[in-house]
Every structure is written in structure tokens, then in C-alpha cells.
Nanobody, 115 residues
Framework: QVQLVESGGGLVQPGGSLRLSCAAS????????MGWYRQAPGQERELVAT???????KYADSVKGRFTISRDNAKNTMYLQMNSLKPEDTAVYYC?????????WGQGTQVTVSS
């Protein structure tokens, strides 16, 4: 069984930065990290950033230019660097990974952007 654990969330002022981490454990085989999602109160889960089938990256329009997704497969860890944070970025952020035939989700980490 694979477990994904997000960390790095917290309270930050508008314009500030945070780096989220997603660590995988529970298997001797590496997981395929797929991307980051978020869910705000009363809203549906939305895609924030993902790795594409051609090895590039894709971002939601609302975060493009401010967020950067990356991964270190040797460390079984995926990251989301978030800069120039806005109050509308407030949400629970989830990481997603895949190891055939299963899909895995972390428990989420809260990000709150407020003065």
C-alpha cells in the first residue's frame, strides 16, 4: 500500500510564498506523481498543476505564472512552489499519484492566505 502525505501548508499574508511537499511511502517501488488539486469551502475539487503525458507541466489559469510544480522521484517527493499568494488561493491542497492500477490521494494540507 502507498501512502501520500502533504505538508507545508499554513497561514500566509497576501503576496507571500509557501512550498508544499507530498511524500510517498509504503512501497519499495516509486510512484508516478500526477499533480496537485485544491478544494475551497463550498467548491468542487479543482486541478491546480499537473504533469502531462509528454513530460511537461500544466497549470490552472488562476495560478499560472505564480505556482510551479516539480518532483524528485529519487526522494519519492513532489512539490508545489506557490508565490504571490492571493486570498482566493485559500483551500485544502491535495497531492495525487498513480501506480497501476490504483490512484492515490493524500489527506490534504490547509493553505490560508489572509492579512
Amino acid at each position: 500500500q502507498v501512502q501520500l502525505v502533504e505538508s507545508g501548508g499554513g497561514l500566509v499574508q497576501p503576496g507571500g510564498s509557501l512550498r508544499l511537499s507530498c511524500a510517498a511511502s509504503g512501497s519499495i517501488f516509486s510512484i508516478n506523481f500526477m499533480g496537485w488539486y485544491r478544494q475551497a469551502p463550498g467548491q468542487e475539487r479543482e486541478l491546480v498543476a499537473t504533469f502531462t503525458s509528454v513530460g511537461s507541466t500544466k497549470y490552472a489559469d488562476s495560478v499560472k505564472g505564480r505556482f510551479t510544480i516539480s518532483r524528485d522521484n529519487a526522494k519519492n517527493t513532489m512539490y508545489l512552489q506557490m508565490n504571490s499568494l492571493k486570498p482566493e488561493d485559500t483551500a485544502v491542497y491535495y497531492c495525487n499519484g498513480r501506480r497501476w492500477p490504483h490512484d492515490y490521494w493524500g489527506q490534504g494540507t490547509q493553505v490560508t492566505v489572509s492579512s
